[in-house]
């Protein structure tokens, strides 16, 4: 190991955060060669510890030694027991120059023709030893100057010695070795060790037991290589290398040249047979060409024909389905080198594609049993204003916005126009406040040029490996506002919700249909145990729900219906007693403060000939405002009535002995 990498394990077990048998294997997993950095980010990469600014001070701390020189011990050396002295047996620990006594002769004396049986020979003096020359020690160097060591700065992913995988000797088959319980990353690297000093072939890392290793996918390479319907999926053996060799960091946002390309819908019969550079100015043209038609998604996939969306509807763009090889070609055209590798060795990949015209799109790219497909969203160029998205209640929604802590969720179905919304929203906050606003998302889809507030932007992927370290960072980093691109697991709704608590104002989204549901699934997640204080966190932080739905309009187009939702008293009394259910009647009361229900918003849509009959029914809830529509009843529905009727699907109560 380089003896930078000594110094710091050495450190490290001075501070109790390793012992010299974990030092051991973390030297094979991280190669001998491996400098000191690659070292400290496995401590964090195999959760040894998660204190970043602890392994930071380690690192400084190591940096500021002498390198020239080891420290007093080597944690990567195990230490050896001490040998027993061997003693001879008395006779033989006589030293060469003491003579030893002749036995005492015995009564009876052997005859002098027979020879005796040990002869003793005069001991030979030791050979005179010279006196080695005295050497003059010259001062040793001193060591260079090195710039500080940080964590911070390595934002590319570590490049690590691995072992190549030797190709499986042929032996009888065995039953696969169960693995021990409470195995992880040190059995692992235990394992590791014991096949090197055995010499038995690696293992990657991550492959099971007795499952194939990645030197048997050659055949799915090469069936790949063909296009073959039945193995044009197959991940090339390098990837599935690759991709069992632990995390791996995304790579960076690649900006594609559009120099040479015009907005232009290609005739996808004519592009097979063309070179790269060719197809890559028509995947170029198509995507622009979309842009500028209105489509929201354009959808290329092996052995389908295809189609783009324009306002959620699906409109083909050819009579014949692509090739798997065109396919992969067209979206191969669009990325870069590291791109392209991270793709085939995961099989999936969320990035952001950026033009340099100012062009964006949010693009997925996955594999299926034909080969591969690729989804291109566009992004808006210019961020709207909520007036301009067609919220009703804008001055509400910019009343949320001005407070200093507190939580916010947008909510809505899939293609709901959610990102879009939270674009306005950052969009406001910068024209309005000064703060400094950090936005977490996976990928970035809009960019923002900082204005009043000073704006940071982080993908999940490229920048940071998860929404929960993001966040765990960013509360670090002096934000007065946070937001999160998407809420999807435990640790980032709990994270999300003591920030809220703690002097910050979070902003989020969660895909759910309204007010109740989004609170259901905010405090569902969270263990039984923990749920009410989770309720009384909420109850306390919540600022308000904006949730929205887009309908069909008739002139062809989509129109915005939204729901939302204010903290007051009595909405914090049903969070906390866990009466979600309630929460229709408590915000038609609170129409007079801003609130407003979905059945409200889709009536008025109705009401001013924005949406047909069949859409209304198919998406309000309410029986009442149902009859209306259909004709049935009298006229508008009265507040009183829409009242008795809003949560007709609430539980029913439940009835006593006495009742």
Known sequence: MRPEVIWFAYLAVQRGVLDEETCRRLSVAAGDNADVVTFAELLLEYTITDDFDLVQQILDEAAAQDWSTLPPSDPFKPVEPAKPRISLPSRARKGADEQVPPPEPEPETPPASEPPLFREEEPTPPAPVEPAPKSVKAPPPEPPKRKPISLRSSNAPSKRAKPEPAPPAAQEPTAPEKPAAGGGFLDEIAGLVQQIETGAPQKSRGAPAGQPGPANNATGDAGAAQGNAGTAGAPPAAAVATANAGPVIRPPEHVVPTASAKPALPRFEQLDQLPSEQLARHMVGLLMA??????????????????VREQGKIRYLGPNPLSPRLVRHLVRSVLSTEQWQHFEAENDFDFGLAFDNGMRFRTNLMRHKDGVQGVFRTVRAEV?????????DAERIRKLLSYHNGLILVTGPLGSGKTTTLAAMIGELNEKRQDHVIVLEEPIENVFASKQCQITQRSVGPHTRSFKKALKGALRQDPDVIVIGEMRDLETIEMAISASETGHLVIGTMHTSDSATTLNRLLDVFPPAQQPQIRAMVAESLRGIVCQRLLPAQDGGVALASELLLRNMAVSVLIREGKTQNLGNVMETGKRDGMRLMDSSILDLWRNGRISDEVA???????????????????????????????????????????
């Open 617 to 659: 029914s198919a998406n309000l809830r309410n029986r009442m405002l149902m009859r209306e529509i259909s004709g049935e009843g009298t006229g508008g529905a009265t507040e009183d009535e829409f009242a008795s009727f809003n949560n007709f699907n609430a539980a029913p109560k439940k009835r006593g002995l006495f009742r």
């Open 290 to 307: 979309a842009t500028r038609d209105g489509a929201s998604d354009v959808h290329l996939s092996a052995a389908s024909r295809p189609f």
């Open 384 to 392: 709207p204003t909520l007036e301009e998205l067609g919220f009703s």
